[in-house]
C-alpha cells in the first residue's frame, strides 16, 4: 500500500507561489490516480484538484482553475500542485490521497479520495 507525505506549505502574500509535493513509498505512484485536497478552519475538506494515473486526465475546482496546476512525476514517484497568484481564501492544510475517478479526453472526473487514511496534509496560510 502506498504511503503519502505532503510538504512545501507555509505563509505566503497574496498574489504569491508555493509549490507542494506528495512523496509516494511503499509502491509506485504509476498505479495510482492522485488527488490534493485543502481543509480550512471550520469547513469541509474539498477536492482541489485530481490527475489520473497514466493519461495526464485532470480536474479543479472551479475556485482554482487557471491559477493552480496538477502533475505527477512517475519516475521520481512525487506529485506536485503549483499554486499560483495564491489568495487568502486559499489558506487551508492541503493533503494529498490516491483517488479513483474517470479520466477521458484530458479531464478527470468524478474524482473522490480511495480511503479515509488521511497523512498530516501542510499547511498553506495567505496572508499580507
Known amino acids: 500500500q502506498v504511503q503519502l507525505v505532503e510538504s512545501g506549505g507555509g505563509p505566503v502574500q497574496p498574489g504569491g507561489s508555493l509549490r507542494l509535493s506528495c512523496a509516494a513509498s511503499g509502491d509506485t505512484l504509476e498505479d495510482y490516480a492522485v488527488g490534493w485536497f485543502r481543509q480550512a478552519p471550520g469547513k469541509a475538506r474539498e477536492v482541489v484538484s485530481c490527475?489520473?494515473?497514466?493519461?495526464?486526465?485532470?480536474s479543479y475546482a472551479d475556485s482554482v482553475k487557471g491559477r493552480f496546476t496538477i502533475s505527477k512525476d512517475n519516475a521520481k514517484n512525487t506529485a506536485t500542485l503549483q499554486m499560483n497568484n495564491l489568495k487568502p481564501e486559499d489558506t487551508a492544510i492541503y493533503y494529498c490521497?490516491?483517488?479513483?475517478?474517470?479520466?477521458?479526453?484530458?479531464?478527470?472526473?468524478?474524482?473522490?479520495?480511495?480511503?479515509?487514511?488521511w497523512g498530516q496534509g501542510t499547511q498553506v496560510t495567505v496572508s499580507s
Open positions: 490521497a490516491t483517488v479513483r475517478g474517470t479520466s477521458r479526453g484530458g479531464n478527470f472526473y468524478l474524482c473522490e479520495a480511495r480511503g479515509n487514511d
Open positions: 490527475i489520473s494515473r497514466t493519461d495526464g486526465g485532470r
